[in-house]
């Protein structure tokens, strides 16, 4: 086994021949700021141009948290010029995972909801922890924001029209097995199972010789993967404009306050 180090807020190590392991460690939920989003993407980019590196296993470091999601703090009372770059750090990552040529897993062993669940839905194979105190959807209306067309295609292609439509309008965050019931996770196992069985889900998948597989999941995901491509620009806009609306930034402070007090 090789290892590698990455900066500060992921670790990621070679297990398995040929595939790489990259574990969030961002105390205390993985919540994909912009420091986060960006190591994820240069570990990802270094691992695409590895020749070695067939296939990547995606997991969290943080007890009972894959990923809260996109960091609120970077869209709450924060610069149009700030958000844009975020924004284009959250495309940058989707754009990445969505179409890698490697085979990836996201072994889902804690909650996952919104941006968190987008990540995992960008893999090509889903194993999440059984238990029932773990949550995963796109929950954004229940913030009072807008999930994107691009994380709706992305739902939309996992699980179908009309879950989609009531999935994302209600902002559901489903149990991880109401997930599996509907297609957004692909099996269900016990906690400490969820990284074995991810390898063993792992040597399936690289069975199959890569330039085949590589050709499919390109000829699957590549409409979904171009209407963003000739639509960036205007996304940042859409969402800078939407994400600086008092209404919305009010949304996001009362969201935050609840957060908190949750926790008290
Ligand atoms: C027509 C026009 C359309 C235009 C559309 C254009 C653009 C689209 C616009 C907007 C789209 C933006 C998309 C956003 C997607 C997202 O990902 S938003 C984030 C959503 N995330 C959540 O709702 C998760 C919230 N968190 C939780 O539910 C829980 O924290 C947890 C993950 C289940 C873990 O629970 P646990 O009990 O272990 O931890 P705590 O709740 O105590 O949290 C600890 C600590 O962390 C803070 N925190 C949690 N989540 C976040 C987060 N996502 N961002 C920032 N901070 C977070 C929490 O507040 C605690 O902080 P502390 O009290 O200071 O310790």
């Given amino acids: 086994a090789t290892k590698m180090a990455l900066r500060a807020g992921l670790r990621s190590k070679r297990g398995l021949t040929g595939v790489a392991v990259m574990r969030m460690q961002s105390p205390p939920v993985n919540s994909l700021n912009l420091e986060l989003l960006t190591d994820i993407c240069i570990a990802l980019e270094k691992l695409e141009m590895d020749?070695?590196?067939?296939?990547l296993i995606i997991t969290s470091n943080q007890p009972k948290v894959f990923s809260a999601g996109l960091d609120i703090l970077e869209m709450y009372g924060k610069s149009p010029e700030h958000c844009g770059e975020f924004w284009k750090a959250v495309q940058e990552m989707w754009l990445k995972f969505y179409?890698?040529?490697?085979?990836?897993i996201a072994a889902i062993n804690g909650s996952s909801p919104a941006g968190g669940c987008l990540m995992a839905m960008t893999c090509d194979y889903r194993i999440m922890a059984d238990n029932p105190r773990y949550s995963i959807g796109l929950n954004e209306t229940q913030l009072g924001i807008v999930a994107p067309f691009w994380f709706k295609d992305t739902l939309m292609n996992t699980v179908g029209h009309r879950t989609t439509e009531m999935a994302l309008e209600l902002g559901l965050l489903y149990s991880p097995a109401?997930?599996?019931k509907i297609g957004m996770v692909?099996?269900?196992v016990p906690e400490d199972q969820v990284l074995t069985t991810a390898t063993e889900a792992m040597t399936?998948?690289?069975?199959?010789p890569d330039h085949a597989r590589q050709i499919t999941k390109s000829m699957i995901r590549k409409p979904t993967i171009d209407k963003l491509m000739s639509n960036r620009e205007d996304d940042v806009k859409n969402f800078v404009k939407f994400i600086s609306k008092d209404s919305i930034q009010k949304s996001l402070g009362v969201y935050l306050e609840m957060l908190k007090k949750r926790k008290a």
Wanted: charged residues 25%.
């Fill in 99 to 104: 179409g890698s040529n490697l085979v990836t």
């Fill in 178 to 180: 109401e997930a599996l």
């Fill in 51 to 55: 020749k070695s590196c067939r296939g």
């Fill in 204 to 208: 399936k998948w690289l069975a199959i």
């Fill in 186 to 188: 692909d099996q269900l």
